[in-house]
């Protein structure tokens, strides 16, 4: 099964190294189809891929690759999400003791406050993500761009010159 799975990502790799466009199309296209695996589009990620290479002008074929990618990526995106956002949060959080001082009254009913604290994280916690998807997308995208083009640019015809030499060791 494993084999299978190697064959399929070379087979993949291997198609996004023969698209016959510009390194700069085909990385667009690329950060375009996995732009939207950052964030729960619920189905319709690779409608988002397909629209936003369209309206980027990039690749059609490069954003399906990555947006499959990347939607076997989710968890690791999703939890990536979690930590950036909770770091972003204890970077800008105000300590607690400070806000505890300024309010200087214990609320009246016990229960409640427990009730509201619990609610509040989970608050939190969407916030988290939504603040971690926001800069990895942005950040990733960035990124990604750069590498990718760079690859492309320097690496495409070594790389495909070897994956072809192989293929010919190998038959």
């Known amino acids: 099964m ?15 190294l023969r698209i016959r466009k510009s390194d700069h199309v085909v990385a667009i296209g690329f950060v375009a189809g996995f732009f939207h695996c950052w964030f729960p589009t619920f189905g319709v990620g690779m409608l988002m891929s397909i629209a936003l290479a369209k309206l980027l002008r990039g690749n059609l074929a490069a954003a399906i690759i990555s947006g499959s990618i990347g939607s076997f990526l989710w968890p690791g995106l999703f939890f990536l999400n979690y930590r950036v956002g909770f770091i972003i949060e204890s970077l800008f959080r105000a300590p607690v003791s400070q806000l505890d001082d300024a309010i200087g009254e214990p609320v ?14 989970f608050g939190d916690i969407g916030l988290n993500f ?3 998807s926001i800069v990895n997308s942005i950040l990733f995208s960035i990124i990604g761009y750069v590498v990718l083009r760079i690859i492309l640019k320097h690496y495409r015809l070594p790389l495909l010159r070897k994956l072809r030499r192989k293929s010919r060791e190998s038959n």
């Open 2 to 16: 494993i084999r299978k799975w190697l064959r399929k990502i070379k087979y993949y790799f291997l198609k996004l």
């Open 108 to 121: 009246p009913d016990v229960h409640y406050s427990k009730a509201a604290d619990h609610f509040s994280s």
């Open 130 to 132: 939504l603040a971690g």
